[in-house]
């Protein structure tokens, strides 16, 4: 328990810009045409890629003969790489498949 | 330097903010997307090049050669996949996001039981640690599942009592992580079984559920994903990662959501309701009977050519036979002949939200001739041709009559209103919810069997001789 | 110039909280109906009364004998109340003559 | 003890961003208010109790009187003030908000002249307790005008090349404070000087703008408040205050560009066009002329009573008359007559947008029989009379003709198009922008002389007669 109390003493601020971020994600997406619905999806998903960068962190903090560690962090990378250029890709594709509506 | 990087992360994350936005208006949701991307790359370089550890040149090569692998392999995905098969590619990406969480969870455990208790990390990153493996390993081995599922190549298993089972299970898995936070353990063992169990627990939490809902699914996941971004953005306080990751949290969520309502179901309901499954049981249990009425493309086109009001109900299967072209030309074949045509888009028609959107945008039919379903649903009453194309869920009664139909309560296009309504599949097999109907017994049906893509042409055949 | 740049390094959560409030508050007012242009603009001014935070904190760190001080610090918590306690009172009554829209 | 003090600031934050969403909608706007209200409460509460400061007794009393009084004043104007009055009440309410942070400023930098050099402040803390200072005081006697404006009691004063020595005047303030700022001067002087000019600025940035603008002003010098608590959040690193001023200070400038968009003008036109006084010479420049009908309330009756389509406009003279209810009265009367009646609304009809809402809202006239400017011009052609009720530059069709005039440009109801139109005011003096209006003049316009309230009065005793 008193790790929490900890924590969000702590780390204050995380939790307002976390509360702030939850508010615009829903502000932003409610009413949106169900047409979008399947890019929205896409497009959210090459976003949750940014994990990525924790798995760029994680390889250049693991020490050299860590072996396994570098093993899983490159394993770690790919998968990232590939959710983010693959989501952005896609969802490229998809869009554009619309004509701009007016 | 490290400020460089933190105002290109604060760039970074303006652009997800913007492109999120963006993506959910039609006229801009292409840049929208363009513009996240673009904040995501220099985000990712800005963390390779700016960064201020001493990182030896061999991992260096190392890193590059695992963004290039990852960079081609999903660009060559995301080129390849057919557009129906998209959804699926996406909840695979989705899985690998996931995955990734997952790992990088892992090995920052790995390293925090090598270092000597002074540096040992406090229980809250402990904690951080737990929810990144969990979550990820749960998003992925679900997301893997809603790929197979889309995919089609696995049907719906149903253990006994899965839900109780299910849910018992998740409780087992927060215990035991709580666990392994306050007893400061150090051993990787626990981590392993946690690990293994929450992989084990993704997997069942999907596969109860019916293959139609994979959409919903992998945008819930999609949110989870999302989430497990933003604990390991903590893990290292990194803004981009959190504000990003929560953003999609939250945006998945409220998606989530508005899928469901879009199928009239609630989120319970889709995930518990097991919907799919009943579906098949059902299909088996209630076989309606009644004559067929067969026929002609030359019958069907004189209907056409002779009706003032046509609306046309497209379906998964126009997108199967792709279609799309023909209907456009046979649209405007009869709109030339005087005959007011227009489509008639069900939300779920397909096997994505929009499907239909998408495709007959493919074939540059004009939005204004896409009516969606609450504005036709009162015009079918003077429709004089109703002609179904490769539909078949979407228009069926049994979402009103029946209520022991799995799709019972889904709103439907009510094409029976129309005088006359012309059906064209390839045989009488149901369709994804795997039901009949009745539809097809209709006084005022006739079927015209055959591809869409070929009967749509003979259509056009007879109209030219016309 | 390195005062800035001190300042951002060390105050970089705050600039997050600080830029998405900017988004949340834009999302949250565009498009208002202008009936409702007045009684949004007085809630803002409530709002805004949030400054009697600070000048709380004022009167409650100036120390005992700084009688201008404190002077001053009683002056800026009187006008911050008002401008709470006023703003909402009258965004209030105005609210009262609608009646609900539906 | 700050643990739950965050956990209040937390909440309370929440209840603004909340709030503010509510006040956004009509039907939640109350309750928005009331919740960012007992937010507000909790927040000040926390403040006093919760703090971790050894604070004497005495101050806690100085501390509250001074928060009872303050509540009290405030409750009080608040009670007292008349519905027509109340933009000039926010007005004047804002002036103080800005004060309170100026005078903030001022005790802060007080502080850290009297203590030895080791603990002064940070060249960044003294630059946000300036910019505190400086835009608090723009606020405050920028708002103070503003009032005085809105009030009557202050006429719009042009200076000579007034828009150059204003914004040479800004850019002298920021350069200034920047010299205090990097010099790390530690004379209350300069600061005092910094303040006096800061108050200047604010007075001479108003003074020229035209009354009528008052209200964009206001919610431009809003934002101006919302950002000077924002700062002094920063000051005391106090979340709820910088979340709190920053939402007030984007909404109150994306409020400040609609209002500008509802009256058809640039914000850069509002503030460097000097609207209202233009207006003042061009009425003494453009004298018209030509035969003004005068009608009886008999006469009136008559034409109403035997029309089948009559509309409304209500302007600022309804409101000075009270005349809500008669018109009102007058309104069901000729509805049970057959008469088909609606009330024309123009977005800056009165003295604050929505203000004829309000009014005829106070009366119980149903929401749809206000029928908005854009949908009510295009039925104008087949309005058999239009009634206008103390309303003048809303109707003033030298908006549409005269491109000398201060209103050229702004939208205006077509009453013109009516076949009939009866004007009630007391005389033909000009409305807000102070110049003289053709229509009165025109060949199908009759003036019915007299204050809005008697006039109507005795167009329902006629019709009773009837
Ligand atoms: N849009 C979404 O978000 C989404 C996502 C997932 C699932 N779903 C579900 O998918 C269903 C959509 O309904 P729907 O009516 O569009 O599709 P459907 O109910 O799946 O029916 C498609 C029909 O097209 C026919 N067909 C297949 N290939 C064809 C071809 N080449 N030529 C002509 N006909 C062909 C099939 O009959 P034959 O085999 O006899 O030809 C089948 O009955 C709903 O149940 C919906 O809930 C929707
Ligand atoms: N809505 C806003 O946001 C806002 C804010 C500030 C300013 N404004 C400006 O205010 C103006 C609003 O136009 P408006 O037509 O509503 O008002 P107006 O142009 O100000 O005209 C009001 C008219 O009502 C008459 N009147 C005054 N007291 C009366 C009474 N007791 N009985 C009958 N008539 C009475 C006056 O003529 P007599 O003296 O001859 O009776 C006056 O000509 C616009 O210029 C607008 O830009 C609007």
């Given at each position: 328990m008193n790790g929490l109390i900890e924590f969000i003493s702590s780390n204050l601020q995380l939790i307002y810009i976390l509360i702030l971020a939850i508010f615009i994600g829903l502000e932003l997406i409610k009413n949106v045409p169900t047409v979008l619905h399947t890019p929205l999806m896409s497009g959210a998903n090459a976003l949750s890629g940014v994990v990525i960068m924790g798995a760029i962190l994680v390889m250049m903090n693991t020490n050299p003969d860590n072996y396994l560690g570098l093993a899983l962090g490159?394993?770690?990378?790919?998968?990232?790489m590939i959710n983010v250029v693959g989501g952005f890709a896609v969802t490229d594709r998809m869009l554009h498949m619309f004509k701009k509506k007016k | 330097m490290t400020l460089l990087l933190n105002i290109i992360y604060l760039i970074a994350t303006i652009t997800f903010v913007v492109g999120l936005k963006m993506l959910g208006h039609p006229a801009t949701a292409k840049k929208g997307n363009l513009i996240a991307g673009?904040?995501?790359?220099?985000a990712i370089i800005g963390t390779v090049f700016l960064h201020d550890l001493e990182v030896p040149l061999f991992i260096y090569l190392l890193l590059g050669a695992a963004i290039l692998t990852g960079s081609l392999i999903g660009w060559f995905m995301a080129m390849k996949v057919k557009m129906?098969?998209?959804?699926?590619?996406?909840?695979?990406?989705?899985?690998?996001?996931?995955?990734?969480?997952?790992?990088?969870?892992?090995?920052?455990?790995?390293?925090?039981?090598?270092?000597?208790?002074?540096?040992?990390?406090?229980?809250?990153?402990?904690?951080?640690?737990?929810?990144?493996?969990?979550?990820?390993?749960?998003?992925?081995?679900?997301?893997?599942?809603?790929?197979?599922?889309?995919?089609?190549?696995?049907?719906?298993?149903?253990?006994?009592?899965?839900?109780?089972?299910?849910?018992?299970?998740?409780?087992?898995?927060?215990?035991?992580?709580?666990?392994i936070v306050y007893s400061g353990s150090n051993s990787m063992l626990l981590v392993y079984i946690l690990l293994f169990a929450s992989l084990i627990y993704g997997f069942l939490f999907v596969i109860p559920i019916g293959g139609a809902d994979m959409p919903v699914v992998i945008s819930l996941l999609n949110s989870l994903t999302g989430i497990s971004a933003a604990?390991?953005?903590?893990?290292?306080?990194?803004?981009?990662?959190?504000?990003?990751?929560i953003l999609v949290?939250?945006?998945?969520?409220?998606?989530?959501?508005?899928?469901?309502?879009?199928?009239?179901?609630?989120?319970?309901?889709?995930?518990?309701?097991?919907?799919?499954?009943?579906?098949v049981q059902s299909s088996a249990a209630g076989k309606t009977t009644g004559t067929v009425r067969k026929t002609s493309a030359s019958d069907a086109a004189v209907l056409m050519n002779y009706a003032s009001n046509v609306v046309i109900v497209p379906g998964y299967g126009l997108a199967?036979?792709?279609?799309?072209?023909?209907?456009?030309?046979?649209?405007?074949?009869?709109t030339k002949r005087g005959v007011n045509v227009v489509y008639?888009?069900?939300?779920?028609?397909?096997?994505?939200?929009?499907?239909?959107?998408?495709?007959?945008?493919?074939?540059?039919?004009?939005?204004?001739?896409?009516?969606?379903?609450?504005?036709?649903?009162?015009?079918?009453?003077?429709?004089?041709?109703?002609?179904?194309?490769?539909?078949?869920?979407?228009?069926?009664?049994?979402?009103?009559?029946?209520?022991?139909?799995?799709?019972?309560?889904?709103?439907?296009l009510d094409v029976e209103n129309a005088k006359q309504i012309i059906?064209?599949?390839?045989?009488?097999?149901?369709?994804?919810?795997?039901?009949?109907?009745?539809?097809?017994?209709?006084?005022k049906a006739s079927m015209l069997f055959g591809d869409a893509k070929s009967a749509i042409q003979s259509l056009i055949n007879e109209l030219k001789n016309m």
């Open positions: 490159f394993i770690a990378v790919v998968l990232g | 673009a904040g995501m790359v220099l129906t098969k998209m959804p699926e590619l996406v909840s695979l990406f989705n899985g690998f996001g996931g995955a990734s969480a997952m790992v990088i969870g892992l090995v920052e455990f790995m390293k925090n039981t090598q270092v000597d208790d002074a540096q040992k990390a406090s229980s809250s990153i402990i904690a951080t640690i737990m929810a990144a493996i969990t979550i990820g390993a749960i998003t992925f081995t679900g997301s893997l599942v809603a790929w197979a599922k889309l995919d089609g190549s696995m049907k719906d298993i149903r253990l006994p009592k899965y839900n109780l089972l299910n849910n018992l299970m998740l409780i087992g898995l927060i215990a035991f992580s709580a666990y604990i390991t953005g903590i893990l290292y306080d990194n803004m981009v990662m959190l504000v990003g990751g949290g939250s945006a998945g969520l409220i998606l989530t959501f508005a899928m469901c309502k879009a199928m009239n179901r609630s989120l319970g309901n889709v995930i518990f309701g097991a919907f799919g499954g009943d579906a199967v036979a792709q279609a799309q072209h023909v209907i456009h030309e046979l649209e405007e074949m009869l008639a888009i069900h939300p779920v028609a397909g096997r994505m939200p929009g499907h239909m959107n998408v495709l007959l945008a493919e074939s540059n039919v004009s939005y204004d001739k896409l009516v969606e379903m609450d504005d036709i649903n009162p015009r079918f009453p003077n429709t004089d041709v109703v002609f179904v194309v490769g539909a078949n869920d979407v228009v069926n009664p049994a979402a009103h009559n029946d209520p022991s139909s799995p799709i019972y309560g889904m709103p439907i059906i064209n599949k390839r045989s009488m097999n149901p369709g994804y919810a795997g039901i009949e109907n009745e539809l097809f017994y209709n006084q």
